[in-house]
């Protein structure tokens, strides 16, 4: 046994049992009702029942006469005994683990007012160590020039993106269309962008192409002509050629080189189901366009093979795991030894051994956050999709397997499940490489016992 029994008979209490929770209501509040007992009162002779059901029927008419009335117990605590809410700071440093929602909880705020007051959005991410204001008024933009002038007031500049700033936000402050800002930065709607990274905000090398000059190949000139330019909604498409940059999709590099999107699909033989690479070259389509040219592009090595150790995915998997690849080439990421530090600081705050986490980090990927495999497995733990909206409920919050620290969050998240579901942490490490069901129901197969191991072994040396 844990706990020693004492011999001695606890003492007596001096005061009548009370049938309310005293513990749940302030002194005060107790001290208002002492029972008060006459002091020169004589001690009524006391009775020593003699059975144990005589014994048990006085204690209960005992602790029944003693019951405070409901009518004298205040229901509500006085508010001088209530907790008081923290006070919020003007700003607050976010903390590993924080959400919007938990700050304006804490502190008794709006979640939508926090969100307006720093020019975020419900699905910004933010990153430990950024700052937020939790009062005061929304910052607002820089002021911008008037509208009909902001494309050449702006031409050619840039804008350092601060932390919670989002794509949307970033071309309102500016008076341009994200569609333009996408366009001059090879971006779409499921770029990540992070703090210090350059965006451009101003017409730069997507200005526009001099009105009747339809031979000129490839991009416009950077440098805006002097004269004004018709406002023609299309200016006459330049025929040549473009080679694929990460983050590129059809929609934008039509848009660039002002061509329909259907007219660049049929000039290069693509659809719209079509995945695109960077290296690839496209044939953009013009005065005299040459839709047979461009097969080269068929030729161009993907980022991510379509087999691994002899099992073949699926196309569309493929096909993910190089759009996934192509976004990770173009992001920043953490170094590897950032990377450990992240994977061995979310193992700590999810209460797993950072010696197992950082095993698991170094056998799927040595802590590369730009690993993608031929299954789509993501980033430094090697994360599927499914996975990750797996890791996603089990944490309570959305994950996105291309951020670093949802990535080891996910990973983390995984093993914990795994171990704590799992009969024994060989059949945990098991799932995490087969799958928990496949473990169940056919056993460990022989590279899933190899990979056991190797993860054991790591562990020590982590250890």
């Given amino acids: 046994m844990t706990m020693s029994r004492s011999r001695k008979q606890p003492p007596k209490p001096s005061l009548p049992m009370l049938a309310a929770t005293t513990a749940a209501l302030p002194a005060v509040v107790l001290s208002s009702l002492a029972l008060a007992q006459p002091a020169a009162a004589a001690q009524p002779v006391r009775v020593i029942p003699g059975t144990l059901a005589a014994a048990m029927k006085a204690q209960a008419a005992k602790a029944t006469a003693a019951v405070i009335p409901a009518s004298a117990v205040s229901t509500a605590i006085p508010a001088a005994f209530r907790p008081t809410q923290p006070q919020a700071p003007a700003e607050y440093s976010i903390a590993r ?16 007012e ?13 990153y430990p160590g950024q700052k937020i204001k939790l009062s005061g008024s ?26 919670g700033d989002t794509l949307g936000a970033i071309a309102a402050r500016h008076n341009v269309g994200l569609a333009d800002v996408f366009a001059w930065n090879n971006l779409n709607m499921r770029s990540i962008i992070y703090p210090g990274q350059k965006i451009k905000v ?3 090398e997507a200005a526009a192409a001099p009105a009747a000059a339809p031979a000129s190949a490839g991009l416009a000139s950077t440098s805006a002509p002097a004269a ?12 040549g050629s473009y080679t694929v940059k990460a983050g590129d999709t059809l929609s934008a590099i039509a848009t660039r080189h002002g061509v329909k999107l259907s007219e660049l699909l049929s000039a290069n033989r693509l659809s719209m189901t079509s995945v695109i690479y960077p290296g690839n070259k496209l044939a953009i389509p013009g005065g005299s366009a040459q839709p047979a040219a461009p097969q080269p592009a068929a030729s161009v090595t993907p980022l991510v093979p379509s087999s691994f150790l002899g099992f073949s995915y699926p ?13 990770l080439n173009a992001s920043p990421v953490p170094s590897r030894s950032e990377m450990r530090n992240i994977v061995a600081d979310t193992a700590r705050r999810m209460g797993v051994e950072p010696s197992l986490a950082l095993a698991f980090a170094h056998q799927e990927s040595g802590f590369d956050q730009r690993a993608v495999s031929p299954a789509n497995a993501i980033g430094t733990m090697q994360v599927i999709p499914s996975s ?39 059949t945990a490490i098991a799932g995490y490489y087969q799958g928990q069901y496949s473990v169940s129901k056919y056993g460990m197969y022989d590279d899933t016992k190899a990979y056991v191991a190797a993860i054991k072994a790591h562990q020590k040396n982590f250890g």
Avoid at 228 to 239: G, L
């Fill in 388 to 426: 990750g909206q797996w890791a996603s409920d089990l944490v309570g919050r959305k994950l996105n397997l291309l951020d670093p620290y949802d990535n080891a969050t996910a990973g983390v998240a995984i093993i914990r499940q795994l171990l704590a579901t799992s009969k024994d942490r060989d």
């Fill in 228 to 239: 004004p330019v018709p406002a023609a909604p299309a200016p006459a498409p330049a025929s």
């Fill in 202 to 204: 101003g017409g730069g």
């Fill in 114 to 126: 926090i969100l307006k007051l720093n020019n975020l959005q419900p699905n910004t991410i933010i």
């Fill in 315 to 327: 196309a569309a998997v493929v096909s993910s795991a190089n759009e996934n690849k192509a976004l």
């Fill in 138 to 163: 929304a910052a607002a933009p820089a002021a911008p020039a008037p509208a009909p002038a902001a494309p050449a007031a702006a031409s050619g500049a840039t804008y350092t993106v601060k932390a």
């Fill in 97 to 112: 683990g924080d959400t919007i929602s938990a700050i304006a909880g804490k502190f008794g705020l709006n979640t939508a």
